[in-house]
């Protein structure tokens, strides 16, 4: 069971990104996926969800109507689209899943999620 995360990059602000979560060894549209972020000298930020059984997401404050969660069920990911970037969402982009379906207030949360993937770097700077 992995996860990988991926499409990250150098942006100008303003600019977008397309993020990628692949799933090798079992099939993501029964799993809730989260997105997370990390910035230097910052704690891990949970900022998209997509849960499993209703397909509800949910966004933290900071992306929420710049961010798009998104599942790919031909290609075994979920996306996360990201426009109108902003310098502070520079950091380190994770992906997470768990086979449950974590209640709406936890899905933003690390610890609903099992299973974790790399990082992708994102940075936003002219």
């Known amino acids: 069971v992995q996860l990988q995360a991926s499409g990250g990059g150098l942006v100008q602000p303003g600019g977008s990104l397309r993020l990628s979560c692949a799933a090798s060894?079992?099939?993501?549209?029964?799993?809730?996926v989260a997105w997370f972020r990390q910035a230097p000298g910052k704690e891990r930020e949970g900022i998209s969800a997509?849960?499993?059984?209703?397909?509800?997401?949910t966004y933290s404050n900071s992306v929420k109507g710049r961010f798009t969660i998104s599942r790919d069920a031909t290609k075994n990911t979920i996306s996360l689209q990201m426009n109108t970037l902003e310098p502070d969402d520079t950091a380190v982009y994770y992906c997470?899943?768990?086979?449950?379906?974590?209640?709406?207030?936890?899905?933003?949360?690390?610890?609903?999620?099992?299973?974790w993937g790399q990082g992708t770097q994102v940075t936003v700077s002219s």
């Open positions: 997470a899943a768990t086979s449950g379906n974590p209640i709406f207030s936890n899905m933003l949360q690390p610890n609903a999620y099992t299973y």
């Open positions: 060894g079992f099939t993501l549209g029964y799993y809730s």
């Open positions: 997509i849960r499993a059984g209703d397909r509800k997401t």
